[in-house]
């Protein structure tokens, strides 16, 4: 798989065909965060008219049963393309509707040309979608300032979903447990393991060139878990913040326009310098989410996401992309 082709938003075409400019914003789309780096979307365009629809295909049956992360993923995508919309100035309405045999949800983007914009997003987060990146080191020992943490509040536009940050030391420390021993429990599947090292394949890691087929054969064939365990152990008790994201509902729907949340609060940490990961194997196992959302104020809260934010010292490399003529119907 190729490195990800970083756009250049000079190449906008700023005089060009409306459906030229459409297509550019898929440029954005496709450099989304997914589950182990899956891509699990598909785009068309037909008219003025963007959809963004999951690719079953791509879908990681053993990991994501439900497909609640494929659809996290898919979210993320819409909101990459909806920050690029409002950047470019291109006014848009959203659906979201179902295939036909009800089993595939999807959403719709209608552009309007020439409509007045309804800038509700930080322009600012548009230049953080290149430089946006999953962070797997240990943060450094540094606060959020209370300001940052306003900032990062503030991404969350929608109103129904929830975005709660915990940082009591002892809500920290049962979730690195949570953590390690989901760690330990799905890495004991070899078909769970068999998708991650499909993860692997796909650069999810960022390994030098010839240590990827070595970490794709350890992790088929040796059980990484317990290692595995103490690092995420680490990792998460090393953050000075940690956030979820929950709905009321547990719907397709819901959990697209978690991924948008998601990814707009990526966007917002990446403008403000700080590196963020998501953590989501303990919401794989589901007697672990339904005790991370025992912890949340309010008990009917459905959680989707759970993430560490901090700082470290330098950035990581991209991670590499399909072409975007593999996503396109
Ligand atoms: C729904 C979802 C769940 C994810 N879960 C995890 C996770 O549990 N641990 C992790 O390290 N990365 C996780 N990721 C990050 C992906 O592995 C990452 O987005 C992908 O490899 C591409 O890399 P990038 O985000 O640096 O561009 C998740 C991403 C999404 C969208």
């Given amino acids: 798989m190729p490195a990800a082709d970083i756009p250049d938003p000079e190449a906008f075409p700023e005089t060009g065909a409306y459906a030229d400019k459409l297509a550019f914003l898929l440029e954005y789309a496709r450099l989304a965060p997914s589950l182990l780096n899956s891509q699990p979307w598909q785009f068309s365009l037909r008219d003025h008219t963007l959809g963004v629809l999951p690719d079953l295909e791509r879908w990681q049956p053993v990991t994501d049963p439900e497909r609640r992360e494929l659809y996290l993923s898919l979210g993320c995508a819409l909101e990459n393309l909806l920050t690029a919309a409002e950047y470019f100035r291109l006014g848009f309405h959203v659906a979201f509707g179902d295939s036909e045999r009800g089993d595939e949800t999807f959403a719709r983007v209608q552009f309007v040309e020439g409509a007045t914009i309804n800038q509700v997003r930080d322009p600012g987060l548009f230049h953080a979608i290149v430089r946006r990146r999953t962070c797997r080191r240990p943060f450094l020992p540094k606060l959020i300032p209370h300001e940052e943490l306003l900032q990062l509040r503030n991404a969350r536009l929608e109103t129904d979903l929830a975005l709660r940050f915990l940082a009591n030391l002892e809500q920290k420390r049962r979730l690195a447990e949570l953590v390690a021993a989901a760690d330990r429990r799905l890495f004991a599947n070899p078909d769970y393991r068999r998708e ?26 040796l059980n990484p878990g317990p290692r595995l365990a103490r690092r995420e152990r680490q990792l998460l008790m090393s953050a000075p913040v940690l956030a979820v994201l929950a709905s009321r509902n547990d719907t397709p729907v819901d959990w697209i326009r978690t991924g948008q949340l998601f990814q707009r609060l990526a966007l917002t940490a990446t403008k403000l310098g700080l590196a963020i990961q998501p953590m989501n194997r303990l919401l794989q196992v589901r007697s672990h989410r339904h005790e991370l959302a025992s912890m949340l104020p309010d008990n009917r809260l459905r959680p989707h996401v759970l993430l560490r934010l901090g700082h470290v010292d330098g950035g990581d490399r991209p991670t590499p992309r399909d072409p975007l003529s593999r996503h396109r119907v």
């Fill in 196 to 221: 991650l090292a499909g993860g692997i394949r796909r650069g999810m890691w960022r390994l030098p060139g010839p240590l990827t087929p070595l970490a794709v054969l350890a992790v088929r064939h």
